[in-house]
């Protein structure tokens, strides 16, 4: 398929969302700056289809370091680590991004831009620091509803559980977006992860599809693998976050489009290092482009029958 309509199409998103798109350097020539430091939480697969866009976008040197393991040498590591004199940091994932906000608290003069990490407020990363900016992991709560009610039109109501501490605004959003759809949001707040499964209870009987948020309250391990079988016994369509997700049994999961979220990144450090447009007047954008994960098997256990054009939008079908 040929790229210059996706190209454009991101290029008129970019603009929309105030980054400008830094011109290439006259004769191919990239700018003399350099270089970007790329921190990655750890080996997962996830982060090399973003650190490779990022590189064939930049156009500037970028030196990786990948955290895993790194930390109980945190001195020597973040010693090296400046020795280079990066220009810029792009940190992927949670545990990288809170370590550059950390590293960055003393070298105010080094922007970092984060992506990859799921509940991002949860960890305060813009909290106190004016050198920080971001791509949310978070696709949009209409945009999930819009994939959600493809895969059925009998869909209504959507259940949802939650802790006001993180998530409050996110459900704020949800419910404009269920309006505006037609949907209704059936929200059951909690206060610790052990009264998720007393929720459910509580407003199973009112739903016919539930949407799995990215909490830190209500997203622990074991209420993953709780409402993935919930979902199946009690024939529910159920919406996560992620592509682990789709992976573990649950039907659906809406993710952003990893290149996007590389191509993306570097044009913010772009208009950081050659604009001079602060992080902070960045601050955290969405991210531009999604992509569709279906479970397959999940749909056949729940007797849901895919629509072709439900299959024909999905990145990813698990299990088919």
């Given at each position: 398929?040929?790229g210059?309509?996706?190209?454009?199409?991101?290029?008129?998103?970019?603009?929309?969302?105030?980054?400008?798109?830094?011109?290439a350097?006259?004769?191919?020539?990239?700018?003399?700056?350099?270089?970007?430091a790329?921190?990655?939480?750890?080996?997962?697969?996830?982060?090399?289809?973003?650190?490779?866009?990022?590189?064939?976008?930049?156009?500037?040197?970028?030196?990786?370091?990948?955290?895993k393991?790194e930390?109980?040498?945190?001195?020597?590591?973040m010693a090296?680590i400046?020795?280079?004199?990066?220009?810029?940091?792009?940190?992927l994932?949670?545990?990288?991004?809170?370590?550059a906000?950390?590293?960055?608290?003393?070298?105010?003069?080094?922007p970092?831009?984060?992506?990859l990490?799921?509940?991002?407020?949860?960890?305060?990363?813009?909290?106190?620091?004016?050198?920080?900016?971001?791509?949310?992991?978070?696709?949009?709560?209409?945009?999930?509803?819009?994939?959600?009610?493809?895969t059925s039109?009998?869909?209504?109501?959507?259940?949802?559980?939650?802790?006001?501490?993180?998530?409050?605004?996110t459900?704020?959003?949800?419910?404009e977006?269920?309006?505006?759809l037609?949907?209704?949001?059936?929200?059951?707040?909690?206060?610790?992860?052990?009264?998720?499964?007393?929720?459910?209870?509580?407003?199973?009987?009112?739903?016919?599809?539930?949407?799995?948020?990215?909490?830190?309250?209500?997203?622990?391990?074991?209420?993953?693998?709780?409402?993935?079988?919930?979902?199946?016994r009690?024939r529910?369509?159920?919406?996560?976050?992620?592509?682990?997700?789709?992976?573990?049994?649950?039907?659906?999961?809406v993710?952003?489009d990893?290149?996007?979220?590389?191509?993306?990144?570097?044009?913010?450090?772009?208009?950081?290092?050659?604009?001079?447009?602060?992080?902070?007047?960045?601050?955290?954008?969405?991210?531009l482009?999604?992509?569709?994960?279906?479970?397959a098997?999940?749909?056949?256990?729940?007797?849901?029958?895919?629509?072709?054009?439900?299959?024909?939008?999905?990145?990813?079908?698990?299990?088919?």
């Amino acid at each position: 398929m040929d790229g210059k309509p996706f190209n454009l199409k991101l290029t008129a998103l970019l603009l929309l969302l105030g980054i400008w798109i830094v011109p290439a350097h006259p004769c191919g020539a990239a700018p003399a700056l350099g270089p970007i430091a790329v921190f990655l939480s750890d080996t997962e697969a996830a982060y090399t289809e973003p650190v490779s866009a990022f590189q064939d976008e930049i156009q500037i040197p970028v030196q990786i370091f990948n955290l895993k393991g790194e930390i109980d040498n945190a001195p020597r590591e973040m010693a090296r680590i400046f020795a280079i004199h990066p220009v810029l940091i792009l940190a992927l994932g949670a545990k990288a991004a809170y370590t550059a906000k950390v590293w960055t608290a003393d070298h105010p003069q080094i922007p970092v831009i984060f992506a990859l990490v799921l509940n991002w407020r949860r960890y305060k990363l813009l909290d106190g620091q004016n050198n920080i900016a971001g791509i949310a992991s978070e696709v949009a709560p209409g945009t999930q509803f819009v994939n959600l009610t493809m895969t059925s039109p009998q869909i209504k109501r959507i259940g949802v559980i939650y802790s006001r501490l993180h998530s409050s605004e996110t459900i704020r959003q949800a419910r404009e977006a269920a309006v505006k759809l037609g949907l209704t949001l059936v929200a059951r707040p909690i206060k610790r992860p052990m009264e998720f499964r007393q929720a459910y209870k509580q407003i199973s009987e009112q739903i016919d599809s539930f949407w799995i948020l990215a909490d830190p309250v209500a997203y622990t391990l074991a209420n993953v693998d709780w409402i993935k079988k919930r979902c199946t016994r009690d024939r529910l369509i159920c919406l996560g976050q992620s592509r682990n997700i789709a992976e573990v049994g649950v039907l659906l999961a809406v993710e952003p489009d990893m290149a996007n979220v590389g191509m993306q990144a570097a044009s913010m450090a772009k208009n950081i290092l050659l604009n001079h447009q602060s992080p902070k007047q960045i601050g955290v954008m969405p991210p531009l482009g999604t992509r569709l994960v279906l479970n397959a098997k999940t749909a056949e256990t729940i007797d849901l029958k895919l629509n072709h054009v439900v299959q024909d939008l999905a990145g990813e079908i698990i299990d088919r």
